[in-house]
Protein backbone atom coordinates (compact mmCIF):
# COMPACT_ATOMS: atom_id res chain seq x y z
CA UNK A 1 0.00 0.00 0.00
CA UNK A 2 0.85 3.44 -0.18
CA UNK A 3 3.52 5.00 2.26
CA UNK A 4 4.23 8.53 2.96
CA UNK A 5 6.79 9.75 5.22
CA UNK A 6 7.62 13.55 6.26
CA UNK A 7 10.30 14.35 9.13
CA UNK A 8 9.11 14.82 12.72
CA UNK A 9 9.53 18.41 13.59
CA UNK A 10 10.91 21.91 12.10
CA UNK A 11 12.06 25.09 13.71
CA UNK A 12 11.90 28.37 12.01
CA UNK A 13 12.16 32.01 12.80
CA UNK A 14 9.16 34.48 12.31
CA UNK A 15 9.24 35.87 9.18
CA UNK A 16 11.42 33.61 7.65
CA UNK A 17 10.29 30.90 4.90
CA UNK A 18 8.90 27.27 6.20
CA UNK A 19 9.61 24.27 3.70
CA UNK A 20 7.96 20.73 4.88
CA UNK A 21 8.91 17.94 2.48
CA UNK A 22 6.96 14.88 2.09
CA UNK A 23 7.74 11.75 -0.10
CA UNK A 24 5.42 9.01 -0.83
CA UNK A 25 5.45 5.61 -2.62
CA UNK A 26 2.39 5.53 -5.23
CA UNK A 27 3.50 7.26 -8.50
CA UNK A 28 -0.27 7.03 -9.70
CA UNK A 29 -1.55 8.82 -6.91
CA UNK A 30 -4.61 11.77 -8.10
CA UNK A 31 -4.84 13.95 -5.07
CA UNK A 32 -1.81 14.91 -2.80
CA UNK A 33 -3.13 17.53 0.33
CA UNK A 34 -1.79 19.37 2.84
CA UNK A 35 -4.00 19.55 6.55
CA UNK A 36 -2.99 21.49 9.10
CA UNK A 37 -3.89 20.56 12.90
CA UNK A 38 -3.14 23.03 15.83
CA UNK A 39 -3.53 21.26 19.25
CA UNK A 40 -5.68 19.44 20.18
CA UNK A 41 -8.05 20.38 17.23
CA UNK A 42 -9.32 18.80 13.93
CA UNK A 43 -7.95 18.52 10.56
CA UNK A 44 -7.70 21.57 8.37
CA UNK A 45 -7.57 21.43 4.88
CA UNK A 46 -4.49 24.13 3.31
CA UNK A 47 -4.16 22.98 0.14
CA UNK A 48 -4.14 20.81 -2.23
CA UNK A 49 -2.32 19.94 -5.73
CA UNK A 50 -3.95 17.54 -8.25
CA UNK A 51 -1.20 14.94 -10.13
CA UNK A 52 -1.29 16.83 -12.97
CA UNK A 53 0.05 19.94 -11.64
CA UNK A 54 3.75 21.05 -10.82
CA UNK A 55 3.22 24.11 -8.47
CA UNK A 56 0.21 25.43 -6.98
CA UNK A 57 0.31 28.34 -4.74
CA UNK A 58 -2.28 30.28 -2.62
CA UNK A 59 -1.33 33.30 -0.65
CA UNK A 60 1.43 32.46 1.42
CA UNK A 61 1.48 28.79 0.78
CA UNK A 62 3.19 26.92 -2.43
CA UNK A 63 3.08 23.46 -3.16
CA UNK A 64 5.41 21.87 -5.39
CA UNK A 65 5.03 18.81 -6.46
CA UNK A 66 8.02 16.66 -8.44
CA UNK A 67 6.22 13.70 -9.74
CA UNK A 68 9.87 11.66 -10.82
CA UNK A 69 10.76 11.44 -7.41
CA UNK A 70 7.32 11.26 -5.61
CA UNK A 71 8.18 14.51 -3.72
CA UNK A 72 5.57 17.20 -2.52
CA UNK A 73 6.42 20.15 -0.62
CA UNK A 74 4.80 22.90 1.34
CA UNK A 75 6.31 26.46 1.28
CA UNK A 76 4.61 28.77 3.93
CA UNK A 77 6.19 32.51 3.52
CA UNK A 78 6.30 35.52 5.89
CA UNK A 79 6.11 32.29 8.45
CA UNK A 80 3.71 33.89 11.68
CA UNK A 81 3.98 32.83 15.28
CA UNK A 82 0.10 31.44 14.36
CA UNK A 83 1.28 28.74 11.76
CA UNK A 84 2.66 27.06 14.51
CA UNK A 85 1.14 23.55 14.31
CA UNK A 86 1.53 19.90 12.78
CA UNK A 87 1.17 19.65 9.17
CA UNK A 88 0.17 16.31 7.50
CA UNK A 89 1.13 15.42 3.85
CA UNK A 90 -1.69 13.32 2.80
CA UNK A 91 -2.30 11.24 -0.42
CA UNK A 92 -5.12 9.51 -1.80
CA UNK A 93 -4.50 6.24 -3.02
CA UNK A 94 -5.20 5.59 -6.76
CA UNK A 95 -7.12 2.15 -6.22
CA UNK A 96 -9.57 1.01 -4.67
CA UNK A 97 -12.14 4.07 -3.29
CA UNK A 98 -9.51 6.51 -2.88
CA UNK A 99 -8.93 6.50 0.57
CA UNK A 100 -6.30 9.05 1.96
CA UNK A 101 -2.94 7.63 3.92
CA UNK A 102 -1.82 10.14 5.87
CA UNK A 103 2.13 10.75 6.93
CA UNK A 104 3.35 11.34 10.62
CA UNK A 105 3.27 15.02 10.81
CA UNK A 106 5.80 17.78 10.69
CA UNK A 107 5.69 19.81 13.32
CA UNK A 108 6.04 23.27 12.85
CA UNK A 109 7.94 25.83 15.85
CA UNK A 110 7.75 29.46 14.79
CA UNK A 111 10.54 31.41 16.89
CA UNK A 112 9.21 34.36 17.25
CA UNK B 1 -18.84 27.38 2.16
CA UNK B 2 -20.48 23.46 2.60
CA UNK B 3 -18.51 21.52 5.42
CA UNK B 4 -18.69 18.58 6.81
CA UNK B 5 -19.25 18.27 10.17
CA UNK B 6 -19.82 16.34 12.90
CA UNK B 7 -21.50 15.40 16.72
CA UNK B 8 -20.26 15.36 19.28
CA UNK B 9 -17.24 17.09 19.52
CA UNK B 10 -16.36 15.19 22.57
CA UNK B 11 -17.46 12.12 23.80
CA UNK B 12 -16.29 10.43 27.07
CA UNK B 13 -17.75 7.06 27.68
CA UNK B 14 -16.79 3.76 29.75
CA UNK B 15 -15.34 0.92 28.62
CA UNK B 16 -17.44 -1.66 26.95
CA UNK B 17 -20.86 0.66 26.28
CA UNK B 18 -21.59 1.25 23.18
CA UNK B 19 -21.03 4.76 20.89
CA UNK B 20 -22.65 6.19 17.81
CA UNK B 21 -20.04 8.77 16.26
CA UNK B 22 -22.48 11.23 13.97
CA UNK B 23 -21.65 13.02 10.87
CA UNK B 24 -23.05 15.27 8.68
CA UNK B 25 -21.49 14.96 5.21
CA UNK B 26 -21.31 17.72 2.28
CA UNK B 27 -24.77 17.44 1.20
CA UNK B 28 -24.31 16.32 -2.74
CA UNK B 29 -21.30 13.91 -2.06
CA UNK B 30 -21.83 10.14 -2.64
CA UNK B 31 -18.83 9.05 -0.99
CA UNK B 32 -18.15 8.64 3.05
CA UNK B 33 -15.16 7.84 4.68
CA UNK B 34 -14.17 7.36 8.56
CA UNK B 35 -11.05 8.15 10.10
CA UNK B 36 -8.55 8.19 13.55
CA UNK B 37 -5.64 8.76 14.76
CA UNK B 38 -4.80 7.89 18.14
CA UNK B 39 -3.37 10.35 20.33
CA UNK B 40 0.51 11.13 18.69
CA UNK B 41 0.37 8.91 16.03
CA UNK B 42 -1.03 9.00 12.60
CA UNK B 43 -4.66 9.29 11.05
CA UNK B 44 -5.41 6.08 9.46
CA UNK B 45 -7.93 4.99 7.12
CA UNK B 46 -11.15 3.00 8.53
CA UNK B 47 -13.81 2.62 6.15
CA UNK B 48 -15.18 4.05 2.89
CA UNK B 49 -19.03 3.69 2.58
CA UNK B 50 -20.75 4.04 -1.38
CA UNK B 51 -24.22 3.39 -2.32
CA UNK B 52 -25.37 2.04 1.20
CA UNK B 53 -22.88 -0.46 1.47
CA UNK B 54 -19.18 -0.67 2.54
CA UNK B 55 -16.38 -0.28 -0.11
CA UNK B 56 -12.84 -0.61 1.46
CA UNK B 57 -12.39 -1.17 4.91
CA UNK B 58 -9.48 -1.55 6.73
CA UNK B 59 -7.87 -4.14 9.44
CA UNK B 60 -8.43 -1.93 11.79
CA UNK B 61 -12.27 -1.87 11.05
CA UNK B 62 -13.46 -4.89 13.12
CA UNK B 63 -16.50 -6.16 14.07
CA UNK B 64 -16.83 -4.32 16.97
CA UNK B 65 -17.17 -1.44 14.27
CA UNK B 66 -20.22 -0.67 11.79
CA UNK B 67 -21.02 2.55 9.83
CA UNK B 68 -24.72 3.59 8.32
CA UNK B 69 -26.30 6.05 6.39
CA UNK B 70 -29.79 6.05 8.56
CA UNK B 71 -31.46 9.14 6.52
CA UNK B 72 -30.18 11.31 3.50
CA UNK B 73 -27.71 13.76 5.84
CA UNK B 74 -26.19 11.63 8.87
CA UNK B 75 -23.52 8.60 8.44
CA UNK B 76 -22.69 7.19 11.60
CA UNK B 77 -20.03 4.91 12.94
CA UNK B 78 -20.88 3.01 15.51
CA UNK B 79 -18.80 0.99 17.97
CA UNK B 80 -20.30 -1.57 19.92
CA UNK B 81 -18.37 -2.40 22.91
CA UNK B 82 -15.63 0.08 23.24
CA UNK B 83 -12.43 -0.58 24.57
CA UNK B 84 -9.55 1.36 25.96
CA UNK B 85 -7.65 1.03 22.72
CA UNK B 86 -10.81 2.99 20.81
CA UNK B 87 -9.82 6.48 22.44
CA UNK B 88 -8.81 8.56 19.58
CA UNK B 89 -9.99 11.12 17.21
CA UNK B 90 -12.62 9.80 14.36
CA UNK B 91 -12.63 11.82 11.36
CA UNK B 92 -15.27 11.82 8.79
CA UNK B 93 -14.91 12.82 5.14
CA UNK B 94 -16.73 12.89 2.06
CA UNK B 95 -16.11 13.32 -1.58
CA UNK B 96 -18.19 14.11 -4.48
CA UNK B 97 -17.13 11.02 -6.54
CA UNK B 98 -14.04 9.26 -6.39
CA UNK B 99 -12.35 11.36 -8.74
CA UNK B 100 -12.99 14.49 -6.26
CA UNK B 101 -10.89 15.29 -3.13
CA UNK B 102 -12.16 14.76 -0.08
CA UNK B 103 -13.18 17.07 2.54
CA UNK B 104 -12.84 16.18 6.64
CA UNK B 105 -15.13 17.24 9.40
CA UNK B 106 -13.28 18.86 12.59
CA UNK B 107 -13.40 15.23 14.31
CA UNK B 108 -14.39 13.49 17.40
CA UNK B 109 -12.60 13.06 20.44
CA UNK B 110 -13.13 9.75 21.72
CA UNK B 111 -12.77 9.05 25.45
CA UNK B 112 -12.49 5.51 26.61
CA UNK B 113 -12.37 5.08 30.91
Known amino acids: GEDVEQSLFLSVREGDSSVINCTYTDSSSTYLYWYKQEPGAGLQLLTYIFSNMDMKQDQRLTVLLNKKDKHLSLRIADTQTGDSAIYFCAVEDSGGYQKVTFGIGTKLQVIP | EPEVTQTPSHQVTQMGQEVILRCVPISNHLYFYWYRQILGQKVEFLVS????????KSEIFDDQFSVERPDGSNFTLKIRSTKLEDSAMYFC???????????FGPGTRLTVL
Open chain 2, 93 to 103: ASSESRMNEQF
Open chain 2, 49 to 56: FYNNEISE
